[in-house]
Nanobody
Framework: VQLVESGGGLVQAGGSLRLSCAAS????????MGWYRQAPGKERELVAT???????NYADSVKGRFTISRDNAKKTVYLQMNSLKPEDTAVYYC???????????????WGKGTLVTVSS
């Protein structure tokens, strides 16, 4: 199984970016998917998650600015980030709980991350 993120980059404060994460490889089903981030010198933290049924959950710091969504047919999760702030600067990681033949009840997978830099 592979998770491949895209869409990171450099943006000015107040701007927007849309991250995508596509899953592939021997997938039977995908349960929850989510985004986490890790800023320099800090621990990785939850940004947002979404269940297979579409129920989403957000960190307080991004509520009202970020929107998580998914396309189950494309095995892809998105993160629309608006009103970006310099403190949103981090490497953003995709996470998914994926069932395969070897792990029928699901296993956690991570992408390699995509860098988001917000300039002031």
């Amino acid at each position: 199984v592979q998770l491949v993120e895209s869409g990171g980059g450099l943006v000015q404060a107040g701007g927007s970016l849309r991250l995508s994460c596509a899953a592939s490889g021997g997938i039977l089903s995908i349960n929850a998917m989510g985004w986490y981030r890790q800023a320099p010198g800090k621990e990785r933290e939850l940004v947002a998650t979404i269940t297979s049924g579409g129920t989403s959950n957000y960190a307080d710091s991004v509520k009202g600015r970020f929107t998580i969504s998914r396309d189950n047919a494309k095995k892809t999760v998105y993160l629309q980030m608006n009103s970006l702030k310099p403190e949103d600067t981090a490497v953003y990681y995709c996470n998914a709980d994926i069932a395969t033949i070897l792990h029928y009840f699901g296993m956690d997978y991570w992408g390699k991350g995509t860098l988001v830099t917000v300039s002031s």
